[in-house]
């Protein structure tokens, strides 16, 4: 094993290892037709994308959804998604760069906000499973944030420490997420916000998934 063994990443799922970025902008644009809202584009929504999605959608409603216009949003942006999903692939050079740091013998997970029972066989479908120890999507209600599964997430990972962990997401919250619980963040621009946006979050941005798995290195060193 390497110096960096005891090193571990919890990777994020959709639009970080998950190329998923035509499905999400479908959906949503799919989602806002309900309420009457014209489409956007990509470019639009990593400009005003945010957590809790609620709050994202306040920035083009310019109120808050009612719980009545929440419940279908979310609705019609899942059935759409999960019509779609299947035409996205993982990320360039994702799986290299998995089976390259189990081969160095370090540890990694995911954790991401998409459903479980949906999470785990589209995991295994990519015959990538058996690179992490965990993999945990989000289970109870959709729309929170990501700090409070992050805990849970790294509690259950008893040999993991979080001062050597690092949290390899497309979101600022990825990084909110690994500052409550010690660990450290890289953002890759691939995926949901733009560059300045996450910027904004004070870690290392990156443009690719292999420059992300290099700084991860660095940190956890």
Partial sequence: ????????????????????????IGATN?????????????????TLYCVPVPKFYERLLGRLPTDAEWEIMDMTFHRYYSEHRGRCALTEGATELLAGWRSA??????LSMYGHEDLVPLVRGFGIEAHFIRVDGRTGPSGGSKAEHMVRHLASLATVDPARTVVIGDAADDAVAARHVGARAVLYTGGSHSRASLEEAGVPVVDTLAEAVVEAERLAA
Avoid: C
């Fill in 1 to 24: 094993m390497g110096k960096n063994a005891g090193a571990h990443i919890v990777w994020d799922w959709n639009g970080t290892l998950f190329h998923d970025n035509d499905a999400i």
């Fill in 30 to 46: 799919a989602a806002f037709a309900e309420l009457g809202l014209a489409p956007i584009t990509i470019e639009q929504y990593r």
């Fill in 105 to 110: 013998g370090r540890s990694q997970s995911i």
